[in-house]
Nanobody, 127 residues
Framework: QVQLVESGGGLVQAGGSLRLSCAASGRTFSSYVMGWFRRAPGKERKFVAGISWSGGRTSYAESVKGRFTISRDNAKNTVYLQMNSLNPEDTAVYYC????????????????????WGQGTQVTVSS
């Protein structure tokens, strides 16, 4: 199976930036669609961004378009989420997840489609 470990979270002022990383194990990493989700206090987990196995296609939640960028480096078994212009509404625990590319990119924003999840990393944005 695939093991996922997030890092890079922390406390940042509004308007600042953070880059999250998700390190994955397994030699089949490159065949997976990767996604980022977040869970704010008292709220359900929501889709943030996703990327195809080749990196050629990306998808973003409307709330983060233009501010967040997802990327991946299959040689390093790592997916990234660059977060710019952060605001307090971005405060949440951020999770990376993996789903087999055989399911198709159309499932990228579907939480229940994902097969593997990391433990999460806290992002706190202060005003």
């Amino acid at each position: 199976q695939v093991q996922l470990v997030e890092s890079g979270g922390g406390l940042v002022q509004a308007g600042g930036s953070l880059r999250l990383s998700c390190a994955a194990s397994g030699r089949t990493f490159s065949s997976y669609v990767m996604g980022w989700f977040r869970r704010a206090p008292g709220k359900e987990r929501k889709f943030v961004a996703g990327i195809s196995w080749s990196g050629g296609r990306t998808s973003y939640a409307e709330s983060v378009k233009g501010r967040f960028t997802i990327s991946r480096d299959n040689a390093k078994n790592t997916v990234y989420l660059q977060m710019n212009s952060l605001n307090p509404e971005d405060t949440a625990v951020y999770y990376c997840a993996a789903v087999s590319g055989l399911k198709g990119f159309g499932v990228v924003a579907t939480t229940t489609a994902y097969d593997y999840w990391g433990q999460g990393t806290q992002v706190t944005v202060s005003s």
